[in-house]
């Protein structure tokens, strides 16, 4: 059985996981590439007399070009953290289901109205103390993350039954698809003292 470390994101859009993983992967190859340089020339692996010398001698110049490069470096990394954080704040969320009938006429679904008349469903179930829910995909292929957060006096189980077959039959209906992939994700109280099959 798999657990919360084998789900998939579900609120980050494919470009920003694919953004963290190189940004990541090269901010670790630069330290680990440091930090094996700094070691090498402390223990004098690169020369006896490297391993003494000081960063900037005393009374050493500092070429012209050195702090226009410090500089534009600086630059460099700035804006590479801005675009990082830009990439960070897109989700995969969608904001509006735009629903075309076979006459040609399209509707209009906001996704938050949606997602709260799913969650006062979900609320409703015994055993369910809240229920959150956000839309991703796209129009075409609109996919439900729900998480339940459960009051430990219920059986988890049955209570997703309730929600996949009930609850999620109505949502189908509503948006007149025969799919609609959903995540369910059920919260457990602490201290519950159950065991799951």
């Known amino acids: 059985m798999s657990g919360p470390a084998a789900l998939a994101p579900a609120t980050r859009t494919p470009g920003a996981v694919r953004a963290n993983r190189v940004v990541l992967a090269v901010l670790g190859l630069l330290l680990l590439a440091g ?6 020339l402390g223990l004098g692996v690169l020369g006896a007399a490297r391993a003494d010398l000081a960063v900037l001698p005393p009374g050493a110049a500092v070429p012209g070009w050195t702090w226009p490069v410090v500089g534009a470096a600086g630059v460099l990394v700035a804006a590479l953290s801005a675009w990082w954080l830009v990439v960070q704040s897109r989700t995969d969320r969608l904001a509006r289901l ?58 988890p189980a049955q209570v997703h039954r309730t929600v996949t077959g009930e609850v999620l039959a109505q949502a189908r209906a509503a948006l007149e698809v025969d799919r609609l992939p959903t995540r369910v994700e059920l919260d457990l109280p602490r201290g519950t003292g159950r065991t799951l099959a």
């Open 98 to 155: 735009r629903l075309e009938d076979a006459d040609g006429g399209r509707t209009v679904l906001e996704g938050a109205a949606l997602t709260r008349a799913l969650e006062e469903q979900v609320e409703a179930v015994p055993g369910v103390a809240r229920a959150s829910a956000h839309l991703s995909g796209t129009s075409a292929a609109p996919r439900l993350h729900l998480r339940v957060r459960l009051t430990g006096r219920a059986d």
């Open 35 to 40: 930090g094996v340089l700094v070691l090498l």
